[in-house]
């Protein structure tokens, strides 16, 4: 039974795509006016999508994942944690730069740094921002940290990348993951078509596995505004244990987490608090959920349960358990 809803999720996802978008952000604009793209922000699914597409045994191997999560959440079943109760994951910074820009200062590398390690602990300031409703379903402290293991940084010709990972490759103009089964992989670089960021969901082939940031969106930024709060890396690094978009990628669809509700599509820009989404029981929306689409200073919380399926990806049987030796 629950393989056959598992496998019906994937399809789904699948047979959805990508949310369109009728805002027409300005970062990037030339991008914009260029081509009518899909929304920027769908990049991880339509990167997940044709990955589906590429290779026939993934979709079976995301199911496995699928299974052991629900299982993982219905059991309880003990994580494996380090020392303290912290599972502290090793990041390796890949810059690929082409212009003086895009070689992002040391300086903004540990802002993404501590910006990750403020949204999983829920030490950001606008945590007090969380309204009343929402309180008793907030994360809290993940317990995930992250430490920077090393900067590498690749000069290259390309001006800019699509989601098809040149950057992680040198083939492409990139640099291959370091490391990728025990160290969080970051590339940031530039990319076409206004994209912010793609992550590889758990499941995926390890050789291109980690999270891609525009530079401009990387760490606290002076540019980028309204993605220069490092929030993108939050987001794309919730992808990467294994969260789905907080609207389930379709019209009030299902993000697999219990405790998040029913959105009618993704937010946008700052909404005002309270609004209600037109799904069944019309539930307040989580717009302040950083797996929504709204800008960096209005996202600033994951839900309990969405910290139990991150959780779920580093337990012994699980797809990120490499991360978390002891
Ligand atoms: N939409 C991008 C993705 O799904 C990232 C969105 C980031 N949003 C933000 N406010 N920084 O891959
Ligand atoms: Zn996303
Ligand atoms: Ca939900």
């Known amino acids: 039974m629950k393989k056959i809803f ?3 999720s994937i399809f789904a996802i699948l047979a959805t795509g990508c949310t369109k978008s ?23 699914q339509e990167v997940l999508e044709s990955q589906l597409k590429a ?52 300086a903004q590398i540990a802002t993404q740094i ?5 949204d999983f602990a829920a030490t950001n300031a606008d945590v007090a921002s969380i309204p009343t409703i929402f309180q008793g379903v907030k994360a809290g402290n993940t317990n995930i940290r992250f430490v ?7 000069a290259t010709t390309k001006t800019s990348f699509t989601t098809n990972d040149g950057m992680k490759k040198a083939s492409g103009g990139g640099v ?5 089964t025990t160290k969080l992989n970051l590339w940031t670089c530039n990319l076409s078509n206004g994209i912010l960021g793609y992550a590889q969901f758990p499941g995926g082939a390890s050789t291109t596995d980690g999270v891609v940031i525009l530079f401009s969106a990387f760490g606290v930024t002076t540019a980028g505004a309204p993605y220069n709060k490092g929030r993108t890396a939050t987001h794309e690094v ?3 244990l294994n969260l789905r978009h907080i609207w389930g990628d379709a019209t009030c669809g299902n993000d697999q987490v219990g405790d998040t509700p029913l959105h009618t599509g993704a ?8 609004i209600k989404s037109s799904c069944t029981g019309t539930p307040v929306m989580m717009t302040m959920n950083y797996m929504d689409y709204t800008d960096d200073l209005c996202m600033y919380m994951f839900s309990a349960g969405q910290k139990t399926r991150m959780n779920a990806t580093f337990a012994i049987g699980g797809p990120r358990n490499s991360f978390a030796q002891p």
């Open 55 to 106: 290779d026939p045994t993934l979709a079976g191997r995301m199911e496995a994942i699928e299974s052991f999560t629900a299982n993982y959440v219905a059991n309880n079943a003990a994580a494996r944690l380090i020392a303290g109760g912290i599972i502290e994951i090793p990041v390796v910074v890949n810059v690929v730069y082409k212009t003086a820009a895009q070689n992002i200062s040391d």
């Open 267 to 274: 937010n946008y820009g700052c909404p005002a608090a309270g």
């Open 114 to 118: 501590a910006v990750l390690n403020a």
């Open 6 to 8: 598992g496998l019906f």
């Open 238 to 240: 919730g992808h990467w």
């Open 22 to 44: 009728s805002i027409n952000e300005d970062v990037n604009s030339e991008d914009a006016s260029a081509s009518p793209v899909t929304h920027r922000g769908c990049a991880s």
């Open 176 to 180: 291959a993951p370091l490391s990728p």
């Open 148 to 154: 920077l293991n090393q900067t590498r940084r690749v």
